[in-house]
């Protein structure tokens, strides 16, 4: 099988919050993360302010997409996330916020945060300490290591560390 190329991330974490928060209220709300199916396509297209081709991503049957969603209206989709299982990490291919949660307008704050502390709780439950791979635009390296404790593997490759994701997890999962 020929190998894709790795997509140069470039999600921003706004926030690192409790769940999510209401840029206006400040309100904080709980979220959950479900698997992304194929009734979710129809809402997130270029039409629709997406960046990515989120059908490209759930025809791949080597990747897992999930939906970042406030219960109980898990109808709305607050970010995307795509991810693969490597044989001693989790790697995460494509991150995108919804297209009302960018921006000076947005909507909700810890979108990123919230799907990347997911990444490292899928880390851990499959027994690879929380070790979460990347692949970052130059110009957010150092954001992601000041952001996520993330640390540079080479060249734009980024891995989060075990002590860095249970912080992620410990932030985001009150479990």
């Known amino acids: 099988m020929k ?39 129809k809402q997130v297209t270029k039409k629709n302010g997406w960046n990515f081709d989120w059908k490209v991503e759930f025809a791949n049957n080597t990747k897992e997409v999930f939906k970042l969603t ?37 909507v909700y ?19 690879f300490d929380g070790f979460v791979g990347f692949t970052a635009k130059t110009k957010l390296i150092d954001h992601y290591q000041k952001t996520l404790g993330a640390h540079i593997l080479g060249g734009h490759r980024m891995i989060i560390p075990t002590k860095s994701a249970q912080l992620l997890i410990d932030k985001y999962f009150k479990s």
């Open 3 to 41: 190998k894709q190329p790795n997509t140069h991330l470039d999600f921003t974490v706004d926030k690192l919050t409790n769940s999510i928060q209401n840029t206006i209220s400040g309100d904080s709300f709980a979220t959950e993360v479900l698997r992304f199916t194929k009734a979710d396509l």
């Open 70 to 106: 406030i219960p109980p209206n898990s109808s709305i989709i607050q970010g995307l996330l795509s991810l693969t299982l490597e044989p001693d990490h989790v790697y995460m291919h494509l991150l995108e916020n919804a297209p009302f949660n960018i921006g000076q307008n947005k």
């Open 109 to 127: 704050e810890g979108v990123a945060g919230n799907l990347v502390a997911h990444a490292c709780k899928v880390s851990f439950q499959q027994g």
